[in-house]
C-alpha cells in the first residue's frame, strides 16, 4: 500500500487480499485486528491511488462452506505463523492441492509439504523453531524498528491513525502487542524477510510459465497429503484392520 501511494506508476499486478477467521469471545486483541482489518479495506477502497491495484477483503463466519469457495480461487496461501507455534492444521494442504502457492514459515505441515513439492517451488521465509527459542531472552522489537526502514515505515503508518482517524485509541493494543510489549511472537523479527519473500512471489506471478511450473510441481506433489493415504496407514500401522471387499 505504502509502496503503491509512492510510486503510483510502478507496475503491479492487481492483488486482493483475502482475510478470515473468528475471535475467541474473550480474545479482545483479535477483536481489534478484525476491526483494524475492516478500516483497512475501508482505507484502501476510498483511496484512488490505489483504488484497484490492490484490495483488502475480510470475510465473516468463516466456514467449511466458505473454505470451499475460497481455497479453490486462490492464487497465494500465506502460512506465516511463528516458527513453532503453528498446531499444524490443513489448510495449506488444501491450497496446494488446489494449485496455490505458498509463501511461509517453517513451521508445522508447511515443512513437510516443502520437503515433498522442493523448496525452491516455496517462498519460505522467517526463522526457524529453534532460531525463535533460542534468541527469546534477548530479542528487541525495537531494533527492529530502528533498523529495517520498511518495518519502519509499516508501523509509522498504522500508529500515525491513517487507518482509524475517528478511532485515535484503536491501534495502542497493537502498539503495544508489536512493539512496547515486547513482541512475544516475533513478528517484527520475520517481517522484512516476509516482504522480502513476497517481491520473490510477485517476479515470479509476473512470468505465467514459471509460475505455472510451480503450482504443478505443488499439485502432483500433494498426493502425499491425502486423507486417503491417512486413513490406509492408520488403518494398517494402527489399528491392524483390513480393507472388506464390497461386493
Known amino acids: 500500500y505504502d509502496r503503491l501511494r509512492e510510486s503510483p506508476d510502478q507496475e503491479m499486478a492487481p492483488r486482493t487480499f483475502f482475510f478470515a477467521g473468528k475471535a475467541a469471545p474473550a480474545y479482545h486483541l483479535a477483536k481489534v485486528i478484525i476491526k483494524f482489518l475492516n478500516n ?141 510489549g515486547g513482541d512475544h511472537y516475533m513478528h517484527l523479527a520475520d517481517l522484512a524477510a516476509y516482504l522480502e519473500a513476497d517481491r520473490r512471489l510477485l517476479e515470479l506471478y509476473a512470468k505465467p510459465e514459471g509460475w505455472t511450473t510451480k503450482v504443478i510441481a505443488n499439485v502432483a506433489s500433494s498426493g502425499k497429503f491425502s486423507s486417503d493415504r491417512t486413513i490406509a496407514e492408520y488403518a494398517t500401522g494402527i489399528w491392524g484392520a483390513k480393507p472388506c471387499p464390497v461386493p
Open 40 to 180: 483497512l479495506a475501508g482505507t484502501i477502497d476510498n483511496d484512488p491511488a490505489v483504488r484497484g491495484r490492490l484490495k483488502v477483503v475480510f470475510l465473516p463466519e468463516y466456514s467449511v462452506s466458505l473454505a470451499e469457495r475460497l481455497i479453490p480461487a486462490a492464487d497465494v496461501s500465506n502460512q506465516i505463523s511463528t516458527a513453532g507455534y503453528e498446531a499444524s492444521g490443513t489448510s495449506n494442504m488444501k491450497f496446494m492441492m488446489n494449485g496455490a502457492l505458498t509463501i511461509g514459515t517453517r513451521d508445522g505441515a508447511t515443512i513437510e509439504m516443502a520437503e515433498a513439492a522442493g523448496e525452491d517451488n516455496f517462498f519460505m521465509f522467517g526463522l526457524t523453531a529453534d532460531e525463535v527459542a533460542t534468541s527469546r531472552g534477548w530479542y528487541s522489537p525495537q531494533w527492529h524498528y530502528d533498523n529495517q526502514p520498511e518495518t519502519r515505515a509499516a508501523l509509522d503508518l498504522i500508529f500515525s491513525g491513517h487507518f482509524s482517524r475517528n478511532e485515535p485509541d484503536l491501534v495502542a493494543p497493537l502498539r503495544a502487542a508489536l512493539l512496547t
